[in-house]
């Protein structure tokens, strides 16, 4: 059983000088979460379009193949949802992501998984919040971000 798991994570056409790190840690009864990242976009609103804070989750792709604009990392899967939740309780359903600067630092902890389910699976960050309702990915927006979870 792995103790520790990390993926590295850049982004995509719309936003390619994203770069961070997500990092897994077995704890006791979960996995502490710690996230760091860079060249994250400015906060936005303009009519319905809002860029941040950021959608962030565990999806079940197993690659970060770019894409294009229109479909930006389209191998990346769908949310990691293995005991068939709703949404804002998917097993890989985590924090929005908020840019200060352009920068975030993270932590936080969760008990929906351990680091071996997740292996292989895909981190993927969006260009907006996630509303944790709406099926499958909570009117999170384009992917803008990914990283291969080893």
Known sequence: MKKFASAEIKGGTLYPDIKGVVYFYKTLGGV??????????VFSRENDKVIGPHGFHIHTGSNCDVGTNLDPFLNSGA????????????????????????YATMSFFTNKFTIDEIIGKVVIL?????????EPSGNSGKKIACGVIN
């Open 126 to 134: 969006h260009e907006s919040p996630d509303d944790y309702r709406l």
């Open 32 to 41: 502490m979460v710690t996230v760091k990242m860079s060249g994250l976009p």
């Open 79 to 102: 949310h990691y949802n293995p005991n068939n939740q709703p949404h804002g309780n998917h097993a890989g359903d985590f924090p929005v992501i908020f840019s200060n600067n352009g």
